[in-house]
């Protein structure tokens, strides 16, 4: 043992000195590069910060070994803050105290498995119905039942979005994470044994209410546990997890049958059981509400580390808790509170509009418009390069939205969205009026891959951001509910009528519809849509009541006679 650890000092030992060597050239490059242009500063930035959370990640295993803290405590600091500064100019420590953020990185991505498995539900219709339709199926399938079997998820978040919200708030957010496995495991179960088509039904309704605990839930739970400064990274994990699960359905789908399908998916919810069971804490924020205040504390030096002083951040806490108890969290209090309504109509129309650009249309059925867009490549092929551009630019978008900010990230994704599919439609248009389109036959799988990575970068991953952020915690677990049910609505109406579109309308009118709700959703970020970055709850809550911010020179006096505010 003593020869082993003897092992992992020597090799942190000589990761600190590879991590100056490379600190020192990639801080040159981000020099140079923010010179150059400030969004691919911010991009090198998360790079040269990534680079040295990972070198440190070994170090804690030896915490009591000085060398090897210093990767990790470099950390403490990232990308500064104009409001960090002391009081007075004076040497004291910065007022916004950043911790270590190994362990919230591993929470996280521990509570988004969870979205990874959401996204392999998402995804296996699109392996699944040709399996489903063909003759040698044991499954009796027809295409109208198949559109049900795709839009009942949505159904069946509805059920699963409310309860999960009310449950979380009176038991706990890690047991209502935690039991959510049961239905997944449950669902997929039944999938496999399925003997007729209203086993697939009852399966899918299932899945869709665990897909409802979850946007209701992990988002929220995730809001709570992370620090400002990369809270809307750690949020937008949700999304990737969620791309991460559609392109494993993508990778194997073609190469497996029915039967395997359902197995490689159904092991997810066993591996989130045993994470969320032995890796995430409870949210601070919940314990201190429910008045487990030394259990809170604890739980915050777990997520920040032992070093980090948490009296500000408790106290902060504590002000917002206090705050909500000036309403008793039920519905005729949660409709008068302007904060509430306003953050409702900000995730309802992100949602609203998310759904309405066609992205689970394209999910479910992406081989069928490949093939009916005589498209040069592979449809299946074409599935997965969707599938990879999906991940890369979701995880871009992780590194950029505490950087860049939400606002211009979803106003930059939805108005290109609304030119690739304007674009799509018009060649969908000349292909159904007989025009030769034999030459540009590539156009769909530019115009769709360029649209699902835009979709990655904005309009996929920050309203699952923006759930975890805007709500005030007297009246999250409820107005999340209500609105995921509403935007479930919403879904399942797109999903299922997207036949009907086609049969009336063809795919040319279908998609400039979709372009259209683009264009709408673009106008709606504009005007409605506040920007969160680098803000703390209590600073989101008080703009969303119309509480006027104070100046530079007065908030950096207030930050330093009240160290809770900042």
Not at 530 to 554: C, W
Request: aromatic share 12%; charged share 15%.
């Amino acid at each position: 043992m003593y020869y082993l650890i003897l092992y992992f000092y020597q090799l942190n030992r000589k990761l600190y000195l590879f991590e100056g060597a490379i600190s020192i050239g990639l801080d040159l490059c981000k020099m140079t590069f923010e010179n150059l242009h400030p969004e691919v500063g911010a991009l090198s930035s998360s790079t040269y910060l990534f680079v040295k959370w990972f070198l440190g990640i070994v170090s804690t295993f030896i915490p009591s070994l000085e060398p090897v803290k210093n990767p990790l405590l470099a950390l403490s600091a990232p990308p500064k803050n104009d409001d960090t500064t002391a009081a007075g100019g004076s040497a004291l420590p910065a007022i916004r105290q950043e911790g270590k953020k190994f362990r919230q990185y591993a929470t996280a991505l521990s509570a988004t498995v969870g979205p990874f498995a959401v996204g392999t539900v998402l995804a296996w219709m699109s392996p699944a119905m040709p399996m489903l339709l063909s003759p040698t199926s044991k499954i009796k399938v027809t295409p109208n039942q198949g559109s049900w079997v795709g839009s009942l998820i949505a159904i069946g978040a509805i059920f699963g979005s409310i309860p999960a919200g009310k449950c979380a708030d009176m038991f706990g957010r890690k047991p209502v994470i935690l039991c959510l496995t049961i239905p997944f495991i449950t669902s997929w179960t039944i999938i496999y044994f399925a003997t007729d088509v209203w086993m697939l039904y009852v399966a899918r309704l299932i899945a869709g209410s665990c897909l409802g605990g979850i946007t209701a839930t992990v988002p929220m739970y995730i809001g709570e546990i992370a620090e400002s400064s990369i809270r809307g990274e750690l949020c937008s994990y949700v999304q990737l997890n969620v791309t991460l699960g559609i392109l494993y359905v993508y990778a194997i789908g073609p190469f497996v049958n029915y039967y395997s399908l359902a197995i490689m998916c159904g092991i997810l919810p066993l591996i989130w059981f045993m994470l969320v069971l032995l890796v995430i804490p409870e949210s601070p924020m919940y314990l201190l509400k429910r008045g487990r205040k030394e259990d809170a504390e604890k739980a915050l030096v777990w997520l920040r580390g032992k070093d980090y002083d948490i009296a500000s951040e408790m106290e902060t806490l504590q002000l917002h808790i206090e705050e909500s108890k000036k309403h008793t969290g039920k519905f005729k209090d949660m409709i008068s509170s302007r904060a509430t309504i306003r953050a409702a109509i900000t995730v309802l129309g992100l949602l609203n509009f998310l759904s309405c650009s066609g992205i689970n249309v394209l999910i479910f059925y992406a081989q069928s418009i490949f093939e009916t867009s005589n498209c040069s490549v592979s449809p299946k092929l074409c599935s997965v390069i969707i599938g990879v551009l999906q991940v890369i630019f979701t995880f871009a978008s992780s590194q950029l939205v505490d950087r860049a900010g939400r606002r211009v990230l979803l106003l930059i994704s939805d108005s290109v969205m609304a030119v690739c599919l304007g674009t799509l439609a018009y060649y969908f248009w000349l292909q159904e009026h007989g025009v030769d389109v034999s030459s540009f036959n590539l156009i769909p799988l530019i115009s769709l891959g360029v649209y699902i990575s835009t979709f990655a970068l904005g309009f996929g991953p920050i309203p699952g951001v923006m759930i975890g952020e805007l709500f005030s915690p007297e009246f999250k677990g409820l107005a999340i509910g209500i609105v995921c049910v509403l935007a479930s609505l919403i879904e399942f109406c797109v999903v299922k009528t997207y036949q009907t579109l086609l049969n009336y309308c063809d795919h040319g009118i279908t998609f400039a519809i979709f372009a259209g709700f683009c264009v709408l959703g673009t106008t709606f970020v504009w005007f409605l849509v506040p920007e969160t970055k680098n803000k703390s709850l209590q600073e989101i809550q008080d703009e969303l009541s119309g509480k006027k911010k104070p100046k530079a020179g007065q908030s950096q006096n207030a930050t330093g006679s009240q160290p809770a505010s900042a």
